[in-house]
């Protein structure tokens, strides 16, 4: 049987993470993208003279151009500029935006039926340039976050409870920005609700740290932002669809009605199998946070106002 092919555009810190996870856990074929001369193909080559060693079969390219990612069945997308201390997301949308309506002209020209996973920053208004620009159906445009931030505040209690981050399962809904909205109410250690087991004073302090995640590698980072958590979010998106498992996992989807929302991209629940994004799951909310998930998709519907009518590609 054929394996799927999986095209990783940019192959920075994110892109070549992505490579490594995907081909050493054998979901496919993995074809790296770059616009820097050499680069992917050193990368490509270093990845796969490390199969003899860790075993596996997977087959890594590098390139600089589109020609090997024809056909690709998933095309994950993080090329752009990652943000550095003292920006916001937002302040890399002109920029990236260029970047990916330029790279997503060509996956719509090379590989028609791809699932593009997105992981560019500020990621909801990404989502919406792939869209526009490949014209694929919103099954077939998801973007990577919400599974990145859950893992995070999943971290941020195992650390506090002192137990296994296995035990631990968290909702955070929203935009992947300041006003995501982690929801204690469904979080559960070993199925019991956070609010039975941490005082308020410690699950608000969980809550913001979560939502300033990001920032909190950046600082630490200095010269660019987090990778290897944001690699582990794509390869569960990879494995989901790959083995169609059909887990419900968190990611950007384009809202047609659901949680009362049109036409914008924010972070919920969905189903991920074969044929992409398969369904949102709705899970019941207080008015308090549905108002919180609200104003978070109010504030991408914000940026996404500010994108061009055309992307000129
Ligand atoms: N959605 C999420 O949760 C996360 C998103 N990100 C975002 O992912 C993006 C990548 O981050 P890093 O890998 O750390 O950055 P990086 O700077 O290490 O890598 C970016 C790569 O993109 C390449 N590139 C630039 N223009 C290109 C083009 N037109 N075609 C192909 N490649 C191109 C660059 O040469 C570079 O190698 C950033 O926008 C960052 O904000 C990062 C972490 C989490
Ligand atoms: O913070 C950033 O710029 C990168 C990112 O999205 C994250 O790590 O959550």
């Given at each position: 049987m054929k394996k799927p092919k999986i095209t990783v555009i940019g192959a920075g810190n994110v892109g070549s993470t992505t490579a490594m996870r995907l081909a050493e856990s054998g979901l496919g074929d993995v074809v790296l993208v770059d616009v820097v001369e050499g680069m992917p193909q050193g990368k490509a080559l270093d990845l796969y003279q490390a199969a003899p060693v860790v075993h596996h079969d997977s087959i890594l390219v590098g390139t600089n151009d589109y020609g090997p990612t024809e056909g690709s069945d998933i095309v994950v997308m993080t090329a752009g500029l990652a943000r550095k201390p003292?920006?916001?997301?937002?302040?890399?949308q002109d920029a990236n935006a260029k970047i990916v309506a330029e790279c997503m002209s060509r996956v719509a020209k090379t590989s028609r039926d791809a699932i593009v996973i997105m992981v560019t920053n500020p990621l909801d208004v990404m989502c919406e340039v792939a869209r526009r620009v490949t014209g694929f159906p919103r099954e077939r445009v998801i973007g990577m976050a919400g599974i990145l931030d859950t893992a995070r505040m999943r971290a941020f209690i195992a650390m506090e409870m002192g137990?296994?981050?296995?035990?631990v399962f968290a909702i955070v809904l929203g935009?992947?920005?300041?006003?995501m909205v982690p929801l204690p109410r469904y979080t559960t250690v070993s199925g019991v609700p956070l609010p039975e087991l941490l005082p308020k004073e410690k699950i608000d302090a969980i809550v913001q740290r979560t939502a300033q995640g990001g920032g909190e590698i950046v600082k630490l980072l200095k010269t660019g932002s987090a990778y290897y958590a944001p690699a582990a979010g794509v390869w569960e998106m990879v494995d989901s669809i790959v083995r169609d498992r059909k887990k419900i996992l968190p990611c950007s989807v384009y809202l047609q009605?659901?949680?009362?929302?049109?036409?914008v991209w924010v972070g919920v629940p969905c189903k991920l199998g074969a044929s992409g994004m398969?369904?949102?799951?709705?899970l019941k909310l207080t008015q308090e946070e549905l108002a919180l998930l609200h104003k978070s998709a109010a504030d991408v519907k914000n940026q996404m106002n500010k994108l061009p009518a055309d992307f000129g590609v």
């Open positions: 003292g920006m916001s997301r937002d302040d890399l137990v296994s981050t296995e035990s935009g992947h920005g300041d006003s009605g659901e949680f009362g929302l049109k036409d398969e369904g949102v799951f709705e």
